[in-house]
């Protein structure tokens, strides 16, 4: 059975920081590409970031280049979401996802399987 568990979600000023984790099992892990979303209140789930399987590449929506990074540690079947100088646009619930396949996604639809979220808000 897969699945993937996310944590680190919390409450956060307006330009602090703050690193999501999301820990898989129950699938070849580095055979996925690994995908961030983000839902807020009332709005459809987005697509924030992403990663290849081999961690080669990644790929990020035009609103967090350059404050958010992911990354991934195929060792221990962890990926990450470093997230920083953050604002109160950034709140909404974030969700891990797998992609069986070499290449990162921003398609919803794509992704094979999905974290359970955790809520991310920032205070102005």
């Known amino acids: 059975q897969v699945q993937l568990v996310e944590s680190g979600g919390g409450l956060v000023q307006a330009g602090g920081s703050l690193i999501l984790s999301c820990a898989a099992s129950?699938?070849?892990?580095?055979?996925?590409?690994m995908g961030w979303f983000r839902q807020a209140p009332g709005k459809e789930r987005d697509f924030v970031g992403g990663?290849?399987?081999?961690?080669?590449?990644?790929f990020y929506v035009d609103s967090v280049k350059g404050r958010f990074t992911v990354s991934r540690d195929n060792a221990k079947n962890m990926v990450y979401l470093q997230m920083n100088r953050l604002k109160p646009e950034d709140t909404a619930v974030y969700y891990c996802?797998?992609?069986?396949?070499?290449?990162?996604?921003?398609?919803?639809?794509?992704?094979?399987?999905w974290g359970q979220g955790t809520q991310v808000t920032v205070s102005s």
């Open positions: 129950g699938l070849t892990f580095r055979s996925y590409t």
């Open positions: 996802a797998a992609r069986r396949g070499k290449f990162v996604s921003g398609e919803r639809s794509d992704y094979d399987y």
């Open positions: 990663i290849s399987w081999s961690g080669g590449s990644t």
